[in-house]
């Protein structure tokens, strides 16, 4: 029973680990795992945006810089919509 808990606690850490580190060699790419909870479009700088597919516990995601680094926002929020509609995709 408890063997069972770890080996899922374990099997998980991997996963995320792996999600990481997959394209090995190269910089570490950016994972989203969740999205910022709150319309933060006044944070976000430039004029272009990525978009960050599902996958190894990676969410689908909408990808902004700002200066504190990466935004992770979800696709389906009003905000999102509104700014990505005035940005170019990279
Ligand atoms: C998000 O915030 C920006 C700037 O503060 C504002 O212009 C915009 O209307 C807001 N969008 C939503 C959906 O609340």
Redesign the pocket.
């Known amino acids: 029973m408890s063997t069972k808990i770890f080996s899922l606690i374990l099997l998980s850490v991997c996963l995320c680990t792996a999600s990481i580190t997959r394209h090995g060699g190269g910089p570490v790419r950016p994972c989203c795992v969740k999205y910022t909870p709150r319309?933060v479009?006044?944070k976000v700088t430039g004029d272009t945006y990525k978009e960050q597919h599902a996958g190894l516990g990676c969410v689908h995601a909408i990808i902004f810089s700002s200066d504190d680094g990466q935004i992770c926002a979800n696709p389906n929020?009003?905000?999102v919509k509104?700014l990505t509609a005035n940005m170019k995709k990279i």
Do not use: L
């Open positions: 319309n479009s006044s929020d009003k905000w509104e």
